[in-house]
């Protein structure tokens, strides 16, 4: 059974950066594409970047183009969220998220607060 545990989050401030780390276990992680999701206070889960199980590429919305950079390491079984020059709108819940075909698991979140 696979498990997702994120760390990182916290509290800081706008234009200050942040990195996230998702770790993986119970299955074999190159086979499984991941994602970060985030979900702000009233609203919808979101997709805030993703990366693909082997080559590597990824994908990320326009709110947080050239500010995130997702990357994983396949042979420590992680993957990451670097956020750059962080905003109050990017103020969140952040979660770790993998998928194989139809196995999909979701970590615990890992709050992440940008305020002066």
């Known amino acids: 059974q696979v498990h997702l545990v994120e760390s990182g989050g916290g509290l800081v401030q706008p234009g200050e950066s942040l990195t996230l780390s998702c770790a993986f276990s119970?299955?074999?992680?190159?086979?499984?594409?991941m994602s970060w999701f985030r979900q702000a206070p009233g609203k919808d889960r979101e997709l805030a970047a993703f990366?693909?199980?082997?080559?590597?590429?990824?994908k990320y919305p326009d709110s947080v183009k050239g500010r995130f950079t997702i990357s994983r390491d396949n042979a420590k079984n992680m993957v990451y969220l670097q956020m750059n020059n962080l905003k109050s709108e990017d103020t969140a819940v952040y979660y770790c998220?993998?998928?194989?075909?139809?196995?999909?698991?979701w970590g615990q979140g890992t709050q992440v607060t940008v305020s002066s």
């Open positions: 998220h993998s998928r194989y075909g139809s196995v999909i698991t």
């Open positions: 119970g299955d074999t992680f190159s086979n499984y594409a």
């Open positions: 990366i693909t199980a082997v080559s590597g590429v990824t």
